[in-house]
């Protein structure tokens, strides 16, 4: 594996700047087109699962996370509260509290649960100095977070539905889980202190991990405060562990916002909180795909996904022209000239890109491209249509294939 610190700064995807402040990078344009992909990728998958989006402020009153319990089991963690009027407001440390607050704004009936709710929103959380580095630990973070809020009976069938979703996302974006871990509670003053609501909550979760048949660890002291969690643990270049996407089961906040829904009976019930996050962190997420493919990422996920290479000047309108087509197709396309050197020399600066499109004298004439594929393989020339058809078809379906398999022994290697 690669190091996304040295790789991701080679590859113009993010950096850093001492005045911007360590653990905030910024993300150049062929990171913020990956980043953008991906997110898009991940409302997309949650939109077809029956979520629905929100979005919510980054700042909150300091009785906002006093009630949610994090600032007597995290405050450590979270940035200095600012004065503000007679009050204090707190850069939020998590979404959760936030996504309580718009469920408890109305009211709701059993009908309506299974209520999944979903944004891609900013969390902030006050990392010491030694341990901040490159993507995977900052402190500023886009989190793709997701509560559902549904009746006991359904708890299981929406864990089980996410840890679905999560290996759906890691089989398209080509990621590798070192392990999965049920996370539990340790020893110390950390953990919300309710011995039942933890003997529930751990029951729910390792029915999901039993029942999912993927082997699994449990490992105490790895739990969130307010509950345990299944992890999907994820190895960095240098072997270091970290967790990517989570499954969380939790009693305590619904208690604690006084949350609701009228039930079948019409009286009130307390709903539970499955907390859930596909790909964690966009920058965690970013700095693994990163390391897993060496900055060759998957065509759909790709920064540029084609690169159109004329042989001369005099193709340079025709290249143009089939950029404009990928662009109304919604492919990534650029342009590289003979400003930008030979063509040999051109073929290898874009070895990252899946695809590269050579065009002479002879593809201009009769409207074809010569394609070159990232592995190495040449498809016989083909119209430029059909050639964008067919990329349009496999990045469309978030393959991780970079051409119709059918089809990949007419391709020869060059």
Not at 67 to 78: A, E, I, K, R, V
Not at 159 to 186: D, Q
Not at 252 to 262: S, V
Not at 360 to 369: C, F, M, P, T
């Amino acid at each position: 594996m690669h190091d996304h610190r040295r790789l991701g700064r080679e590859l113009e995807l993010f950096d850093t700047d001492p005045l911007i402040g360590a653990g905030l990078p910024y993300w150049l344009p062929d990171g913020a087109a990956l980043r953008h992909t991906l997110e898009e990728y991940i409302r997309t998958a949650e939109r077809r699962a029956g979520y629905r989006h929100v979005y919510s402020p980054v700042l909150g009153k300091r009785e906002l996370y006093e009630t949610s319990g994090h600032w007597s089991h995290y405050s450590d963690d979270m940035f200095p509260p600012m004065d503000l009027g007679a009050g204090q407001v707190v850069l939020r440390p998590s979404l959760c509290p936030h996504h309580a607050v718009i469920y408890r704004s109305r009211a709701h009936s059993y009908r309506e649960l299974p209520l999944r709710m979903a944004e891609l929103g900013g969390m902030y959380r006050s990392e010491l100095s030694g341990v901040l580095g490159g993507l995977t630990r900052v402190r500023a973070i886009q989190l793709n977070d997701a509560h559902v809020f549904c009746t006991l009976d359904q708890v299981a069938d929406e864990a089980r539905a996410a840890l679905g979703m999560i290996r759906r996302a890691y089989a398209a974006l080509g990621i590798r889980p070192a392990r999965f871990r049920l996370s539990l509670p340790g020893p110390g003053g950390k953990y919300v202190a309710a011995p039942e609501m933890w003997r529930r909550s751990t029951a729910l979760l390792t029915e999901v991990l039993d029942a999912s048949g993927l082997p699994y660890e449990a490992a105490e002291g790895e739990a969130a405060f307010y509950g345990p969690k299944i992890d999907v643990q994820v190895a960095d270049a240098a072997g270091r562990e970290s967790t990517l996407s989570t499954v969380q089961v939790d009693f305590h906040q619904p208690e604690r916002f006084d949350l609701h829904y009228t039930g079948a009976d019409g009286a009130k019930h307390r709903p539970v909180m499955v907390h859930r996050s596909i790909i964690g962190s966009v920058e965690r997420a970013v700095a693994h795909l990163v390391e897993q493919h060496g900055g060759a990422f998957p065509g759909w996920l790709a920064p540029v996904q084609l690169m159109i290479l004329p042989v001369s000047d005099a193709e340079l309108p025709d290249a143009e022209a089939l950029a404009g087509r990928c662009a109304d197709l919604g492919l990534r396309a650029e342009v590289s000239g003979r400003e930008r050197g030979s063509l040999g020399a051109r073929v290898r600066r874009a070895r990252l890109v899946p695809y590269q499109a050579v065009i002479g004298a002879a593809e201009a004439a009769d409207g074809l491209v010569a394609l070159r594929l990232r592995d190495g393989r040449r498809p016989a020339p083909m119209p430029a249509g059909e050639a964008l058809a067919r990329i349009g078809a496999l990045t469309g379906a978030h393959s991780t294939a970079l051409w119709d398999e059918a089809e990949a022994g007419a391709a020869v290697r060059g």
